[in-house]
C-alpha cells in the first residue's frame, strides 16, 4: 500500500497487473529477490509462459528462481504473481515445515462430533466460502430425531435467538445461529447462558456458524 507506480520503475508489459508489479517491487527488499524486476523486464515473455499456466506452482519458475528459492520464498514468489494459487502453494510450505498430515484436507466428521459434544459447551464452525454445513447439521438431527432449528444472527435477530434458547434448554434440541459474525457482542450473552444455567436438558445442544475472518 505504501509503493507508488509513479514512484517505481515501469512495468515491463502491459499483460502484468498494476498490483502485481508493485508486488515484484516489494519483494526486492529481500536479498534473494533483488534483481527479480530487472529478470522479469529483459524477458517478459518467458514469465508469461509461466504465469498463463494453470497451477504455476507446479511450474519450473523461471530464471533459475526455481533452483534458488527455498520453499517459503517460493510461496512468497507465488503471492507477488498469482494470489490466487497461495492455498496449495501454502500447503506445500506446511507440509515440508510441520509434515504431510498438517496439509492434509480434514474431512469434518458430524456424527463423531456430536458424540463427543455436551450441552454446555457450543461448537463453533468456521466457515470458508463455499462451505456451509448446515444442511449436513440438519440431516443428522433428523436421523437422531431431535428437532433443529436455525436462526440467522442480524439486526434485531437476538431476541428470537434468546426464545429459541431458553425453549430447547428446556425442552432438549439443537439451536443453530447462523452468521454470528454479524451478532458478535451477543456471543457473550450466549456463552453466559449456556455455562451458567442452573438446567439443561441432555438433548440440548448450540452450534454457532461464523465466517473465518472474524
Known amino acids: 500500500a505504501a509503493l507508488d507506480l509513479n514512484?517505481?520503475?515501469?512495468?515491463?508489459?502491459?499483460?502484468?497487473?498494476?498490483?502485481t508489479w508493485l508486488n515484484i517491487i516489494s519483494l526486492v527488499k529481500i536479498s534473494q529477490f533483488t534483481d527479480l524486476p530487472s529478470k522479469v523486464s529483459e524477458r517478459p515473455s518467458l514469465w508469461k509462459k509461466w504465469f498463463d499456466t494453470d497451477q504455476p506452482e507446479e511450474e519450473e519458475i523461471p530464471n533459475g528462481y526455481d533452483q534458488s528459492l527455498d520453499i517459503f520464498r517460493k510461496l512468497l514468489m507465488i503471492r507477488a504473481w498469482c494470489p490466487d494459487r497461495i492455498i496449495p502453494q501454502a500447503r506445500k510450505y506446511i507440509s515440508s515445515s510441520l509434515g504431510p498430515r498438517y496439509a492434509e484436507a480434514v474431512i469434518l466428521n458430524l456424527d463423531a462430533m456430536w458424540k463427543e459434544s455436551v450441552p454446555r459447551v457450543p461448537i463453533v464452525c468456521l466457515l470458508s466460502m463455499g462451505s456451509d454445513p448446515t444442511n449436513n447439521i440438519e440431516s443428522l438431527a433428523k436421523s437422531k430425531g431431535v428437532e433443529c432449528r436455525s436462526i440467522s444472527m442480524g439486526q434485531g435477530q437476538e431476541v428470537h435467538a434468546r426464545r429459541l434458547l431458553q425453549a430447547f434448554m428446556a425442552n432438549g434440541g439443537w439451536v443453530l445461529l447462523q452468521n454470528c459474525h454479524l451478532a458478535l457482542p451477543f456471543l457473550d450473552e450466549l456463552l453466559q447462558t449456556v455455562t451458567t444455567a442452573a438446567e439443561s436438558n441432555d438433548e440440548f445442544r448450540i452450534k454457532t456458524n461464523v465466517r473465518e475472518y472474524y
Open 7 to 19: 514512484a517505481v520503475d515501469p512495468k515491463p508489459a502491459a499483460w502484468i497487473l498494476d498490483i
